[in-house]
């Protein structure tokens, strides 16, 4: 378990994070959620320590860690940020491998470690073992990111903002990725997010900030059924808009020919629909019938197409 306890950080005589404590439990997801200078990195870097707190403390397991070396806090929690930070001159395999080289683990245990993430991640180790970050696309360099940071089996994973610079489409996909890699692998994850809609989907715990403080943390459905004040509830209500819409718009309009694979849609279902049926089943397109005859497809591009005219 990991407690943050009353942690306060003043830069120039103002909190940028004022008496946040949280309890969060391992083996879940928690998501910080708040708008744009609102604490949450800084939160994030009061628990590996990369900013030290002006007052309060976060326990890991009961173990303060101010107690712990830095060095050895780094190698038990995983770090992961926006923009994937991979090493472009290095190779998938070494990117992912870092952290395992640093601890010197043997090489047969790091080049399975790496195979087994890359599988985990849907990418063919054969495949990408080899090839260089240039080489990947947008959501496939951020797996790698989030591969190497979950590397070393680290306690704790801490992850500032790492969807940010995907496009709504793709990031769908990695938050669904994200979700199913640590319920299989139990990793206890804390992410921090502009995004409210990222919130109400990833996290078991969901906490909003707003200047520094904590305002409200719970689960998902308490802050979407009972947000504690019209802050809460604004944020709460534009996350939901996009899917809203989508909700709305039947498959039927945006269909066309071409094919697809999988369990057809009928039209009459919404692009929401749509949308968990491409997720679910990793394919770009799903069929699409009425009574009982095809009538073609809907793409992500056009269910992409769609998201960003509503935007
Ligand atoms: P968020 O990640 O939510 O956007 P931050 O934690 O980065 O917010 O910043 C919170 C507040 O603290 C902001 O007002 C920011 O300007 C201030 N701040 C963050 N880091 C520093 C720093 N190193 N020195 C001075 N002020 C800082
Ligand atoms: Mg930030």
Redesign the pocket.
């Known amino acids: 378990m990991i407690e943050i306890d009353r942690i306060t ?1 003043i ?2 005589g ?1 909190p ?2 004022d008496a946040v404590s949280m309890l969060i439990e391992t083996g879940t997801i928690t998501v910080v959620v ?12 009061m628990i590996n320590r990369l ?1 030290e707190p002006t007052s309060g403390e976060v326990r890991i397991n009961g173990e303060p860690t101010h107690a712990v070396a830095p060095h050895i806090l780094r190698r038990r929690i995983g770090y992961a940020i926006q923009g994937n930070g991979l090493f472009p001159h290095q190779t998938v395999a070494r990117n992912i491998a870092a952290v395992p080289r640093l601890l010197n683990w043997p090489a047969d245990r790091i080049s399975a470690r790496v195979d087994e993430l890359l599988a985990l991640f849907g990418m063919e180790p054969g495949e990408f073992r080899g090839r260089y970050p240039q080489e990947l696309s947008g959501g496939q360099q951020q797996r790698v990111g989030v591969a190497r940071a979950l590397a070393s089996r680290p306690d704790l994973l801490l992850m ?2 790492p969807f940010g610079a995907l496009d709504p489409i793709i990031r769908a996909r990695a938050q669904h990725d994200l979700r199913q890699i640590q319920r299989k692998l139990g990793s206890t994850i804390v992410l ?1 997010t ?1 995004d409210m809609d990222e919130a109400i989907l990833l996290g078991d715990r969901v906490g909003v ?1 707003d200047q ?1 403080r904590l305002i409200q943390y719970g689960p998902p459905q308490d802050i979407v059924a009972r947000p504690v004040n019209g802050f809460v509830a604004d944020m709460v209500g534009d996350a939901e808009r996009p899917m809203r819409l989508l909700s709305l718009i039947p498959v039927g309009d945006l269909a066309e020919a071409g094919p697809a694979e999988g369990k057809a849609l009928p039209a009459t279902a919404s692009l929401r629909d749509a949308l968990s049926a491409c997720l679910w089943s990793g394919h770009d397109a799903v069929p699409v019938e009425r009574d009982g005859l095809g009538i073609g497809r809907v793409t992500l591009a056009a269910i992409r197409n769609r998201v960003r005219q509503q935007a």
């Not at 744009?36 to 870097?45: D, Y």
């Open positions: 950080k830069y120039n103002a940028a994070v708040g708008t744009s200078g609102s604490g949450k990195t800084t939160l994030l870097r900013v500032d903002e921090v502009h900030m520094g």
